[in-house]
């Protein structure tokens, strides 16, 4: 007779083949080296994997330089005279110097502070000085080296495979034409990064499930979730996909407004933590926004493998990178957006969502070195995950079934 107790209901409904997901997962040999590397060589150089926003080059000439960590690359995204968004590697083809020194701006072209050879924002080499001591040079051949990219909503993805297995539709599956303009009507409002010293797992794991929530945010966010009828915060709806996985949250209606939270949602129009209802009945409503249709709902959390977290609520999204150094470090990137503030309501109503969101940040990433520490001394090499933690089920058998097919 089994010792468990018996499971008590829970308001989850449940979408996608769990067939191949794990209850028990082996974290230790993840962080080691060489199963590192495989994971570089067999997911990071195989995925579509956003690295900025459309937002952030508007105009013909707008450029923004990204780090890909794991790959070791720079990257220059910008959108040509033709109004393409291109990503190039940040190399200037004479002796492979760092092409591009500001972090963003607006340019006919780039030209290398080494030499000054000179390239359009298409990628062409447009200018080589002191040209005829290179007898026999092809300017095609010296182009700027491009890297796959393709456009979805408001952002750019890049594929450093030499011929991706999937067009990124086919990547982001069921996901590709659910958002439907959601997101365009945003502006940067935060952004900030850290480096950890815990592995990329660890650390978007934190991200992707709601079990913590209760006790981990505790003071910050003691009843924005949850309530009366379902007081583990249970996922009302969760969903795995072919890559990825999303779960949507609802929001505790018995929620009780801080001082400082209603002065701020009264002056300017509601955000995290305050959840304005909105109407998924009006006709050509996005599919993707509360896919599963929730009452009362709060907000969706996706993951999109391997290393990208988007959140979003009625009138705000939040991007997540959690770009791998090593086996043992994490650079953690986060954006957030929010409806174009209209007035100072507005920009104290962004004020405290930035406010808030930065201190539930700081709680979630308090986890993450002391895990790592722990797998790192060897004792304990597997962890269990709940059915609330079906997402991390999901991560990690993605992440094994690409490191297998490309052993």
Excluded at 260 to 268: I, Q
Excluded at 377 to 391: C, K, N, R
Aim: net charge negative; glycine share 6%.
């Amino acid at each position: 007779m089994s010792n468990a107790p018996e499971l008590a209901p829970s308001i989850t409904v449940f979408k996608g083949d769990r067939s191949k997901l794990k209850s028990k997962v082996n974290l230790l040999e993840r962080i080691q080296p060489d199963y590192y590397q495989s994971e570089v060589d067999s997911i990071y150089r195989q995925s579509w994997l956003p690295v900025t926003s459309t937002k952030e080059i508007p105009e013909k000439g707008d450029f923004i330089v990204v780090d890909v960590p794991p790959l070791k690359a720079s990257l220059i995204v910008v959108r040509g005279q033709d109004n393409q968004v291109r990503a190039f590697y940040n190399i200037c083809r004479h002796r492979a110097n760092k092409l591009e020194l500001d972090e963003r701006g607006n340019k006919r072209g780039f030209t290398c502070p080494f030499h000054a050879w000179s390239f359009n924002t298409e990628g062409k080499l447009t200018g080589v000085t002191d040209e005829p001591q290179f007898p026999g040079l092809n300017r095609q051949e010296h182009d700027l080296i491009p890297v796959h990219t393709e456009v979805w909503e408001t952002f750019v993805f890049v594929n450093f495979a030499k011929a991706p297995k999937h067009s990124l539709a086919q990547w982001l599956g069921e996901m590709h034409g659910g958002y439907q303009g959601f997101f365009d009507d945003r502006e940067q409002i935060a952004h900030w990064s850290i480096e950890v010293n815990a592995n990329w797992h660890v650390t978007i794991n934190a991200f992707t499930e709601g079990y913590h929530s209760l006790f981990l945010h505790r003071a910050t966010l003691p009843d924005y979730q949850g309530g009366k009828d379902n007081p583990m915060r249970h996922r009302p709806y969760l969903e795995v996909m072919e890559h990825h996985g999303r779960y949507s949250a609802k929001a505790n209606p018995d929620h009780h407004m801080t001082p400082v939270e209603k002065l701020a949602f009264d002056a300017g129009r509601p955000l995290y933590p305050a959840f304005p209802q909105i109407d998924t009945d009006v006709p050509g409503f996005p599919a993707s926004v509360n896919p599963g249709r929730v009452n009362n709902w709060a907000f969706d959390i996706t993951e999109l493998f391997p290393c990208f977290v988007l959140i979003n609520g009625a009138n705000w999204h939040q991007c997540m990178w959690f770009w791998p150094i090593d086996e043992n470090r994490t650079l953690i990137r986060v954006i957030d957006y929010a409806y174009k503030g209209q007035g100072l309501g507005d920009r104290l109503a962004h004020s405290y969502f930035r406010v808030r969101n930065r201190e539930v940040f700081r709680e979630d990433i308090s986890t993450m070195e002391a895990i790592h520490a722990s797998l790192k001394t060897g004792v304990m090499s597997h962890v269990v995950l709940s059915q609330q933690e079906m997402l991390l089920q999901k991560h990690y058998a993605v992440a094994a079934e690409m490191v297998e097919a490309g052993a």
